[in-house]
């Protein structure tokens, strides 16, 4: 159901804090996240072996968790290296731990076999530690939609005339605009320019510039862990932005979107709208975190009234139409990924 074998963000790095323990569940699994004295972070199953207590009720003692319902003692490997009265380790009492990367103010993790954890093949999301650029963090929980319906969504925004007509689309072009769909291995390849199109409401209060505008938005989804990575922008109509001309009015984003699904019917969100102008204005990158937050409730609100319908109906049949294209090749493309990872289990389960 789940792709294991790639990264998915676990937390934002400021979410897991020293000497506190974070609890949060990642592909139906319960994981603790905390940091080790020297910073790094370590995560592990929130699962004591002993008893079965949530170690997320345990305490830190330097680089290790202790659990609080007998007090034994783990390291960050996973293994007891204490157990109060006793001076044998039973070799069994270990829990079992993630591979972990910190990097671009995002923490990583590995949930499939940890022999394949390649640090190399960590996405880049360069644009949330950079001088050029500022932003807000966000976070939302679905509580009920499986992460597909929210891929789903976020791969035909020919929905951003209807679902946010008021917000982040606006009531010009943006249900008509075909989009340019281009498959790779990784992923897809989405380009939509909006020419001499309406100021969308979300940019009117930010643009130091009146009448239309020309519009885009060109993003890369990777199916590894469902990252959502565009460029967009808006400028004056008419000046050059679609030959590689920037007019100094130009406003440039960079949308950084990860989901990490929690379970079957719950979803992970975390986002980033980042902004190359105005990067010292800490309250623009909160106005803008505001807006985009208002729109991506928009997008909670249709999708688990969706998700209901689904489970109300499971029978029921969707019917493609043309602004599915990205989303029919996404799923193609995971269900590739999904079928290579079954074989690759199987094939080491035999042999
Ligand atoms: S359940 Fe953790 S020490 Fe007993
Ligand atoms: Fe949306």
Redesign the pocket.
């Given at each position: 159901m789940f792709l294991k074998n790639c990264w998915y963000v676990a937390a934002w790095s400021h979410e897991v804090e020293c000497e506190k323990i974070f609890a949060r569940k990642l592909l139906n699994e319960d994981v603790i996240l905390y940091r080790r004295q020297d910073g790094t972070p370590a995560a592990m199953v929130n699962r004591?072996?002993?008893?079965?207590?949530p170690?997320s009720l345990?305490r830190i003692e330097d680089d290790c968790v202790r659990?609080?319902?007998?007090?034994?003692l783990f390291n960050s490997d996973g293994d007891c290296v204490e157990v109060p009265q006793q001076d044998r380790i039973p070799p069994n009492l270990t829990v079992k731990t993630f591979p972990l990367v910190e990097r671009d103010k995002l923490i990583w993790i590995w949930m499939g076999d940890p022999a394949l954890a390649d640090e190399s093949s960590v996405p880049d999301a360069h644009w949330l530690d950079s001088p050029d650029w500022a932003y807000a963090p966000g976070y939302i929980k679905y509580d009920n939609a499986n992460f597909m319906l929210i891929v789903d969504n976020l791969l035909d925004f020919s929905h951003l005339g209807y679902v946010h007509e008021t917000t982040i689309g606006g009531k010009g072009n943006s249900g008509l605009i075909k989009p340019k769909v281009e498959r790779f291995d990784w992923g897809v390849r989405i380009t939509r320019q909006y020419t001499d199109d309406d100021i969308p409401p979300f940019i009117r209060g930010i643009a130091k510039f009146e009448g239309k505008t020309d519009r885009w938005q060109i993003y890369d989804w990777h199916v590894a862990g469902n990252i959502l990575s565009m460029d967009s922008g808006n400028a004056p109509a008419g000046t050059g932005a679609f030959d590689g001309e920037a007019s100094p009015l130009t406003l440039r984003f960079h949308s950084y979107q990860a989901l990490t699904p929690e379970s079957e019917t719950s979803t992970h969100y975390f986002w980033a709208q980042t902004h190359d102008f105005e990067i010292d204005n800490p309250q623009m990158s909160q106005a803008i975190a505001d807006q985009v937050r208002n729109a991506f409730g928009e997008d909670r609100e249709i999708i688990e009234a969706q998700q209901v319908v689904l489970k109300n109906f499971p029978d029921a049949k969707m019917n493609p139409i043309g602004a599915d294209a990205a989303l029919n090749q996404v799923r193609w493309l995971l269900n590739k990924k999904l079928e290579a990872e079954r074989s690759l289990t199987q094939e080491s389960s035999n042999g």
């Open positions: 004591c072996p002993h008893r079965l207590a170690l345990g659990c609080m319902y007998h007090g034994l």
